[in-house]
């Protein structure tokens, strides 16, 4: 069975500094991980994944995870918040060869001016 | 290309009503998954179809739910007879075999009164 914890359901940071959001996974099998994010009254859209290429990931909007097999995390982080991040933001995993995705209880980002 | 197309946006009603909920996966996308978000239970997967086939609806949660996918451009899923617990955002998502993100809709508020 596949499980995630993000630590923190509520995030604050100040515009311009760095935003981390934590992810921990448990996989019986080598995971697919996804980072999605959620505006106000909208469905999920994908930041980033990780399907067992390169360790480090860039996705959109300057947001990048880094795959860390030793410590079971896919942690996402943004070098300067934009107040446009405010938002939800879920982590998930999947089997590799699987198609059920398991998301993470979400964490909500405040961006102070 | 048009993304995942979900209707009604918001639904109204009072217990004891059927509510049907629509979805319209992105053109070429073999596999549909609904999925269901509340503020205790976070999000949850209901049922996927691979090539309109039923794989898994281990996440339905009553009998009251059903759904259906008649062909590879259209799915259901039916609440009869609605509850108010049954209030929730419901997404549906749909993907390719590869590569495997999902691609979500932008959901339908139910209230069930």
């Known amino acids: 069975a596949q499980s995630v914890t993000q630590l923190g359901s509520h995030v604050s940071v100040s515009e311009g500094a760095l935003v981390l959001l934590r992810c921990n996974y448990s996989s019986s099998v080598p995971p697919y991980l996804f980072w999605y994010v959620q505006y106000p009254n909208q469905g999920l859209q994908l930041l980033l994944k990780y399907t067992s290429a390169a360790t480090l990931v860039k996705g959109i909007n300057g947001f990048e995870a880094e795959f860390k097999k030793s410590e079971t995390s896919f942690h996402l982080t943004k070098p300067s918040a934009h107040m446009s991040d405010a938002a939800e933001y879920f982590c998930?995993?999947?089997?590799?060869?699987?198609?059920?995705?398991?998301f993470g209880g979400g964490t909500r980002v405040l961006v102070k001016p | 290309d048009a993304g995942v197309i979900q209707s009604p946006r918001h639904e109204v009603t009072e217990m004891g009503q059927e509510v049907t909920l629509r979805c319209k996966p992105i053109?070429?996308?073999?596999?549909l998954f609904w999925y269901r978000q509340t503020m205790m239970r976070g999000l949850e997967l209901l049922i996927y179809f691979n090539n309109n086939v039923p794989i898994d609806d281990s996440g339905m949660p009553e009998d009251r739910f059903s759904a259906k996918m008649p062909n590879a451009s259209f799915s259901t899923l039916k609440i009869q007879p609605s509850e108010p617990r049954d209030s929730a955002v419901y997404f549906c998502?749909?993907?390719?075999?590869?590569?495997?993100?999902?691609?979500f809709g932008p959901g339908t508020r139910l209230t069930v009164l």
């Open positions: 053109s070429g996308h073999n596999s």
């Open positions: 998502a749909s993907r390719r075999d590869w590569p495997r993100e999902q691609f």
């Open positions: 998930a995993v999947s089997e590799a060869a699987g198609n059920k995705l398991t």
